[in-house]
T-cell receptor, first 113, second 114 residues
Framework: GDSVTQMEGPVTLSEEAFLTINCTYTATGYPSLFWYVQYPGEGLQLLLKATKADDKGSNKGFEATYRKETTSFHLEKGSVQVSDSAVYFCAHDRGSTLGRLYFGRGTQLTVWP | EAQVTQNPRYLITVTGKKLTVTCSQNMNHEYMSWYRQDPGLGLRQIYYSMNVEVTDKGDVPEGYKVSRKEKRNFPLILESPSPNQTSLYFC?????????????FGPGTRLTVT
């Protein structure tokens, strides 16, 4: 069935380090892919998205490329900051426009100064 | 300001005492959903609604009820709460019919059932 598999956390990095959080998906349709971020004590908010193969989503220095051949959507950032500490969720919509999203389990990122 | 609001933000209750968590959105979204978030399990969908009077079960609906009598509101009802429903709950909404929608989340309700 449809699912999202994320890299297990927690991930702990020093400030200015390079970040990769792996995400792979299975979907029966042609899904759009999303990364959501949850800062401490808050709800989730959309970080970036890609709607078709080879699209690159980007926001706040984060990037992810929709790779259909490897069914992946890995999140990267070249230089993390303490303020990036949060939980990151990968998700897809199974190619539907009906609103439902399928989330991964989330990856906790902690960045130390 | 576009937003999803939930109330209460924190709730401690006892087993078997009925409770309702309210959710409201001001964006005229068709789709609304409830999730629970538990450590190590991520977000699991409880119920969702495609529009007024249209609701359906998500992945973990047992012990919960919902209603959608108005487009803006989507309350979550626990008729007889149990300790295994202690969790962090999120309401979310989105528009439908477009491939560029964004799902908006409320701030969360932390529920403890003793």
């Amino acid at each position: 069935g449809d699912s999202v598999t994320q890299m297990e956390g927690p991930v702990t990095l020093s400030e200015e380090a390079f970040l990769t959080i792996n995400c792979t998906y299975t979907a029966t349709g042609y899904p759009s892919l999303f990364w959501y971020v949850q800062y401490p004590g808050e709800g989730l908010q959309l970080l970036l998205k890609a709607t078709k193969a080879d699209d690159k989503g980007s926001n706040k220095g984060f990037e992810a490329t929709y790779r259909k051949e490897t069914t992946s959507f890995h999140l990267e950032k070249g230089s993390v900051q303490v303020s990036d500490s949060a939980v990151y969720f990968c998700a897809h919509d199974r190619g539907s426009t009906l609103g439902r999203l399928y989330f991964g389990r989330g990856t906790q990122l902690t960045v130390w100064p | 300001e576009a937003q999803v609001t939930q109330n209460p933000r924190y709730l401690i209750t006892v087993t078997g005492k009925k409770l309702t968590v309210t959710c409201s959105q001001n964006m005229n979204h068709e789709y609304m959903s409830w999730y629970r978030q538990d450590p190590g399990l991520g977000l699991r969908q409880i119920y969702y609604s495609m529009n007024v009077e249209v609701t359906d079960k998500g992945d973990v609906p047992e012990g919960y009820k919902v209603s959608r009598k108005e487009k803006r509101n989507f309350p979550l009802i626990l008729e007889s709460p149990s300790p295994n429903q202690t969790s962090l709950y999120f309401c979310a909404s989105s528009a439908t019919g477009t491939d560029h929608y964004e799902q908006y989340f409320g701030p969360g309700t932390r529920l403890t059932v003793t």
